[in-house]
């Protein structure tokens, strides 16, 4: 019986990994999926929107930056994660053109969860903000 439990919760604990992080992708590294959702919410948005993205696929989140998430002569900027208790915090901000990479049309991150949250929030230049949309897959 012990054995057993022991398989069941190792089995459990495999799906997270065992640090929370985020990490820039490049496109072609993205799933099907999460590109489908992506071209879908770009399509809709078209000036409308926060340009703020995630999609959720087995324990792991695509946070998906579109350039609706730049103001006027503003560049991408740093991307963070922050768990305390049951919320994850995503920290994002942007920059002045001069001082980011130009010509970029979007960003995408991996965001590797440690545990499960019940919260999750999103702060853009140290102010709160909303996520223009939200997808899950298998």
Request: hydrophobic share 40%; with cysteine; net charge negative.
């Amino acid at each position: 019986m012990f054995i057993l439990l022991l398989i069941f919760l190792m089995g459990c604990r495999g799906t997270f990994t065992r640090d929370l992080s985020i990490s820039e992708l490049d496109l072609e590294e993205v799933p099907a999926q999460v590109e489908s959702f992506m071209e879908e919410v770009a399509v809709a948005e078209e000036g409308t929107g926060s340009g703020i993205y995630i999609f959720e696929q087995k324990n792991r989140k695509y946070l998906f930056l579109s350039e609706e998430f730049l103001g006027e002569g503003r560049g991408f900027g740093a991307a963070e994660v922050k768990g305390e208790g049951d919320q994850l915090t995503i920290l994002l901000s942007d920059k002045p053109l001069k001082d980011s990479q130009p010509g970029t049309i979007g960003r995408v991150y991996l965001i590797q969860l440690d545990r499960k949250y019940e919260y999750l929030n999103v702060i853009k230049n140290e102010k709160e903000t909303h996520f223009e949309s939200i997808g899950a897959g298998s």
